[in-house]
Structures are given as C-alpha cells and as structure tokens.
C-alpha cells in the first residue's frame, strides 16, 4: 500500500484501479475475478463473475486495516463492478457500500459510492471517485466538506499495477464554532510520489484559492485571508545522493490592523544528502506501515535512522525569498553546508551543531517597507 493515507476515496480509487490494471495483465477477466488479494493492509475477495462479449460483472468484498497494531479496527466494504469492453479498452463501474467502519466513515458512506475506471489496450489506467457532501452539526461545531474528488493514474507492468499519479480536488470546506469561522476554498493536492511503497524521485503539489478565518470578535488578531497558496516540493534522486527543493508562494497576506503582505516567496533545498541513508529511513517507515512495532523501540529506530542522515552531511541554500508590504519589499538568502559527524543522539547534535554548521545569509530591505512598518505599528 502506499506510504500516503488518502482517506476512504483513495483507497477505493487504489483497490479499482487495481482491478483495472490486473485486467489488462492477465489478459483474461475469467482468470482475475476467480482470483483473490491479500496482504498486511488489504484483502480483495470476487465472486459471481459473469462476463459477456461486450459487458459483464462481478461481486466484490474488500477489507482495509489502517494500523497493524490495531487489526480489529477496519474498513470493510462490499461492491458490484459493472464492465464493458469497447474498441479502447475496459470501462468498469464499481457501486461500493460500507459494511463496517467508524463514525466518520459512516457518515461518509451513507450512501453508496460509484467508482469509474478506464484501461485501454496498453495498460493504462484512469480512475476517479466522487464523495458525497460530508457534514457535522452540534452544539460545539458546525463543518461541511463539499463533494471530493479523487483520481488515480496507473499502468500496467509485468503483474505489477505501478501507480503514476494521485489528485485530490475540494471546492470548499467550512467550520464554525463558538471562536470563528474558517473557510477554506479551491483546494488542489497532486503528487507523483511515495504511491508504490518505493522511495522514488517526482513532485508534490498543495494549491489552495483561499484561507480566510472570521473571528466572531472582528477586533480579535484571528481574523485574516491567505490568498493564492501554493507549495511545492521536489524530489531528485541520482545514482548515490538525493535533493529535496521546496517552494511556497503566496499572493496576499491580509490580516486585521496589519498592513497586508504581497508576493511571499519562500523556498528551502536539501542537497547531497546519503541516497542509501534516506532509502532506509523511508523502509522504516513503510515496514511501520505494514507490520506492528512497539512505539518506543519504533521511535528509537526512527531517530538513530534520522541521525544517520545527518551524520552523513549535506548542503543547504534558500535563495532569493521575498515579500511586498505595501510599497516597500524585503528579500533574504541563505547557503551553507552540514559537516559529517558522528552523534548518536538529539542531545550531542544540537550541542555540537555551532561546530558542525557553515553558513551564510544575506538580508535586503528598502526604506519604504521600514516606514510602512513604523508608521502602522506606531
């Protein structure tokens, strides 16, 4: 299973879209519904296949365990895949009922869900599912999450489904408690990333329209907009070592009785750090994933893991970051490098980090962002 957690809509987009991509390499729809899945996350059971020359369909049960340390705790769903087969390939419709869940899956599924997913001839799969609204209401809170959408793009290797790309779409969510009011439109995540169980290179996108929070006191500091977010990350992967870039952008900063910031730009770059070094951190990660482990023998691993990456050192720069305030702007860089070392905990580390870290900054502003400054505050 993937490293990432993308709720009920991607894990029933994954199961689809595998079914999908097990159709076009078995090249028998016989043969992969009389067969079953099952591994430390998953299991898939089919029964009732019946396939025409042009369209068939078959009964499903599938069974999600989301923390091995707790396997009584699933997800269990049943469905009825609908198929047809066209000059371009499959065309498979999956309506999907809760059978067991908790609460907020329950609420989510109150009714059944439709799944579509194409294949063509090459392998190529396209999935994507629609969520109901989501709402909460009582006396403390009040949210509502619009219609999500998820989509799932796969292909087909060997009997293998290798995933290629994950999209969330929310037009909108709202909550409202007895503090304020927090809407939040146009959210759009997408990555190529950590979809297969492998640590491999590909970007992550977060893009959000807007953040707005209305205090119910308007005179409170709470209050303000975040507009035109987005983030994105990188990463490159050569033959020994891995680059990890980031970048944040953000139009406008407005919030109450502050002069509102324009133009954020941000940005962070890990270089050179140990290929081999993250490559173990993120099997870590994955085997805390699939198998129990006890939290504090997991911690330990996780953070002499971390130090291992550390210890091996690597560079760092953040260049040309800005931000507008009013008619004046200011612009910061930085460049520097972590020396190898040889901790063996968080304590020696930040003890030696003075010895251990090289860098340089530079700070850039003009003399209307100081008077815009001065003159609001004072």
Same mark, same amino acid.
């Given at each position: 299973m993937?490293k990432?957690i993308?709720?009920?809509?991607g894990?029933i987009? %994954?199961?689809t879209?595998?079914?999908?991509?097990s159709?076009?390499?078995d090249?028998s729809l016989n043969?992969y519904?009389?067969q079953?899945?099952?591994t430390?996350?998953?299991?898939i059971?089919y029964?009732?296949?019946?396939?025409?020359?042009? =369209?068939?369909?078959a009964?499903?049960a599938?069974?999600?365990?989301?923390?091995?340390?707790?396997?009584?705790?699933?997800l269990s769903l049943?469905?009825t895949?609908?198929?047809?087969?066209s000059?371009n390939g499959?065309?498979?419709e999956?309506?999907i009922?809760l059978?067991?869940?908790?609460?907020i %899956?329950?609420k989510?599924?109150?009714?059944?869900?439709?799944a579509?997913?194409?294949?063509?001839?090459?392998?190529v799969?396209?999935?994507?599912l629609?969520?109901?609204? &989501?709402?909460?209401n009582?006396e @403390?809170?009040?949210a509502? +999450?619009d219609p999500?959408? %998820?989509?799932m /793009?796969a292909?087909s290797?060997g @009997?293998?489904l290798?995933?290629?790309?994950?999209?969330?779409q929310?037009p909108?969510?709202?909550?409202?408690?007895?503090l304020?009011?927090l809407?939040?439109r146009?959210?759009?995540?997408?990555t190529? =990333?950590g979809?297969?169980?492998?640590f491999d290179?590909?970007?992550?996108?977060?893009?959000?329209?807007?953040?707005?929070?209305?205090?119910?006191?308007?005179?409170?500091?709470?209050s303000?907009?975040?507009? @035109?977010?987005?983030l994105?990350m990188?990463t /490159?992967?050569d033959k020994h070592?891995?680059n &990890?870039?980031?970048q944040l952008?953000?139009?406008?900063v407005?919030?109450h009785?502050i002069?509102t910031?324009?133009?954020?730009?941000?940005?962070?770059?890990?270089k050179?750090?140990?290929k081999?070094?993250? =490559?173990?951190?993120?099997?870590?990660?994955e085997?805390?994933?699939e198998?129990?482990?006890?939290k /504090?023998?997991f911690s330990k691993e996780?953070?002499?893991?971390?130090?291992?990456i550390i210890?091996e050192?690597?560079?760092?720069?953040?260049q040309d970051n800005? +931000?507008n305030?009013g008619?004046?702007?200011a612009?910061?860089?930085?460049?520097?490098?972590?020396m190898?070392g040889?901790?063996?905990?968080f304590?020696s580390?930040?003890?030696m980090a003075?010895s251990?870290?090289e860098?340089?900054a530079n700070i850039?502003? @003009?003399k209307?962002?100081?008077k815009t $400054? $001065?003159?609001?505050?004072l």
């Amino acid at each position: 299973m993937s490293k990432l957690i993308w709720g009920l809509g991607g894990l029933i987009v %994954f199961a689809t879209a595998a079914v999908g991509g097990s159709l076009y390499a078995d090249k028998s729809l016989n043969s992969y519904y009389q067969q079953n899945q099952k591994t430390n996350s998953v299991s898939i059971q089919y029964k009732n296949f019946n396939m025409g020359a042009m =369209q068939g369909s078959a009964d499903w049960a599938a069974q999600f365990i989301f923390d091995p340390c707790k396997p009584k705790d699933v997800l269990s769903l049943t469905g009825t895949d609908k198929i047809k087969r066209s000059w371009n390939g499959y065309h498979i419709e999956s309506k999907i009922n809760l059978q067991q869940g908790n609460e907020i %899956f329950q609420k989510m599924l109150n009714q059944p869900l439709t799944a579509q997913t194409k294949i063509d001839w090459l392998g190529v799969v396209h999935s994507s599912l629609t969520t109901p609204v &989501f709402e909460k209401n009582n006396e @403390d809170i009040q949210a509502r +999450i619009d219609p999500m959408t %998820f989509k799932m /793009d796969a292909k087909s290797k060997g @009997d293998q489904l290798k995933i290629l790309n994950a999209k969330l779409q929310i037009p909108n969510m709202t909550v409202s408690d007895k503090l304020g009011y927090l809407e939040i439109r146009e959210v759009e995540f997408e990555t190529t =990333q950590g979809l297969n169980s492998t640590f491999d290179e590909g970007e992550t996108r977060l893009n959000i329209a807007s953040i707005k929070r209305t205090d119910r006191n308007m005179q409170q500091f709470g209050s303000g907009e975040f507009k @035109d977010f987005a983030l994105l990350m990188n990463t /490159d992967i050569d033959k020994h070592k891995v680059n &990890f870039d980031t970048q944040l952008n953000i139009k406008e900063v407005v919030m109450h009785k502050i002069p509102t910031f324009q133009k954020l730009q941000m940005n962070f770059n890990l270089k050179a750090l140990n290929k081999q070094k993250i =490559q173990a951190f993120f099997d870590l990660l994955e085997k805390n994933s699939e198998v129990c482990i006890v939290k /504090d023998e997991f911690s330990k691993e996780l953070a002499d893991s971390f130090l291992s990456i550390i210890n091996e050192g690597f560079t760092f720069e953040s260049q040309d970051n800005q +931000i507008n305030l009013g008619e004046g702007y200011a612009k910061a860089s930085l460049s520097g490098k972590v020396m190898p070392g040889h901790q063996t905990s968080f304590t020696s580390l930040v003890k030696m980090a003075p010895s251990l870290i090289e860098y340089q900054a530079n700070i850039e502003y @003009d003399k209307q962002i100081m008077k815009t $400054l $001065l003159g609001n505050y004072l």
